[in-house]
């Protein structure tokens, strides 16, 4: 019982129920439909603490019926063990209103859980399934979470699969966040269009929520479903992106980054822009601003060593931005993972001749560190390129594989070794569309 209800009746008068000098107890509570019930109940809410045991061994007992107007009047003064006890109960009875399930399950206890675990064991029927399993989801135990998804996932009335998709509605905070995207992408899939469009909806509410959403652009999904997702994904809305790059002579930026941003600002609905290292002038604030309560402008660097310009130039280009307002900044291009599996798999895809990755002439620990682990990761040697053209053609006769470029667009390296290397990485379709797919998902 809780403190209130070890605590001696109170006495003084003051808040009592008119005609009684003591605590109220359960044989004096109107019966149903009586004109005295209402006023009585909401004099009993007002009372100071009383005694609970007596009102819970008559319940049990049933020598007191509780319906949901009693129950409203007691839920202030039950403690866990209160709430657990009449829980029970109400699982134990054969005749029992199911309207009080829902409040005798809001306070989430272990003891709760347990309960509403067990009752799902015992087989009921799918209109008790339909009771408890949002419920359970309520409790949020994280060692739910299979239980609910497997009554989701499984072949059994609809409406037992809803009421599980709820409970994992009513939960979200407490599942797996990778299992719950799994879960939830399969059965936006369902031939259940209820269940189906229920799963987007909820896959919307997930943390991180755009990258699952565009993955669901790739499935099977029913028209209807289909068009739902667009309408979420239309109210996630993009952050602005900031594509940092190094830009040609003047300011040039080459097309292939062009071509990028354009598809990217397409996909995302949100503006993209490029700012180049060697231009003279800074892309206009106002097309990046971000108004209240939208995502801030995120800038990208898309740079794939970390040399001088991630190390000195991007901290003093962050620092501009962010005076201008809300910035998010990620990590250099070339040290995602999902980048470094790509060009590991261009190397892979010249295997099994000897492939060297070029690049231009970096200084300090840091880069070389990086690139002990780019070829680690890669397979391939990372190699300096010279930068006059006697040297590189004395490099590339020495050569004796196929070389890769470590250069998104064209370059001084690629233009003068473009009959001898392949093409910039982002002129290859792999290298292109992880690149492309992961802005896009960006919040």
């Keep these: 019982m809780s403190a209130q209800g070890s605590q001696p009746p109170h006495r003084s008068g003051v808040g009592m129920i008119p005609g009684l000098d003591s605590a109220p107890l359960p044989q004096q509570v109107p019966p149903p439909g009586s004109a005295e019930r209402w006023p009585w109940l909401q004099h009993l809410r007002r009372q100071p603490p009383f005694a609970l045991e007596p009102w819970l061994e008559a319940i049990e007992s049933e020598r007191l019926q509780l319906q949901l107007d009693l129950l409203v009047a007691l839920a202030p003064r039950l403690d866990d063990a ?132 565009l993955a669901l652009r790739r499935r099977p999904l029913a028209a209807p479903v289909a068009q739902r997702l667009e309408r979420r994904l239309k109210a996630l809305r993009a952050a602005p992106l900031l594509l940092v790059v190094h830009g040609r002579a003047g300011g040039t930026i080459p097309s292939a980054l062009l071509e990028l941003a354009q598809e990217l600002e397409r996909r995302r609905g949100a503006p993209v822009r490029l700012q180049a290292l060697t231009a003279a002038s800074l892309p206009d604030p106002a097309a990046l601003a971000s108004g209240p309560g939208q995502p801030p402008l995120t800038l990208v660097p898309l740079f794939l060593l970390p040399g001088g310009h991630v190390r000195h130039d991007l901290p003093a280009i962050a620092a501009h931005w962010r005076r201008q307002g809300p910035l998010r900044r990620l990590p250099f291009l070339g040290a995602w993972p999902a980048w470094q599996r790509a060009l590991a798999a261009e190397v892979a895809a010249l295997a099994p001749a000897p492939v060297r990755l070029l690049h231009h002439p970096l200084e300090g620990p840091l880069p070389g560190r990086f690139l002990a682990h780019l070829e680690r990761i890669s397979g391939a040697r990372v190699q300096a390129a010279p930068y006059s053209s006697d040297q590189l053609d004395s490099l590339m006769q020495s050569l004796a594989g196929p070389a890769i470029p470590l250069a998104l667009a064209a370059n001084r390296l690629t233009d003068t070794l473009k009959d001898r290397l392949g093409p910039p990485l982002l002129a290859r379709e792999r290298c292109y569309a992880v690149l492309l797919t992961h802005l896009e998902a960006l919040p």
């Design 82 to 213: 209160a709430t657990e006890r009449l829980l029970a109960w109400w699982f134990a009875s054969t005749e029992v209103d199911t309207a009080l399930l829902e409040p005798l399950s809001q306070r989430r206890t272990a003891g709760s859980a347990r309960l509403l675990r067990q009752a799902l064991e015992r087989q009921p029927s799918p209109e008790q399934q339909e009771l408890v399993l949002p419920l359970l989801g309520h409790q949020r135990q994280p060692a739910d979470f299979p239980l609910l998804a497997g009554h989701a996932l499984d072949p059994q009335p609809a409406a037992v699969r809803r009421a599980a998709l709820e409970g994992l509605c009513r939960g979200l905070s407490a599942w797996p966040a990778p299992a719950l995207r799994r879960i939830l992408a399969q059965l936006a899939e369902d031939l259940d269009p209820r269940l189906a469009a229920a799963a987007v909806d909820t896959l919307a509410r997930v943390p991180a929520a755009r990258p699952a959403l």
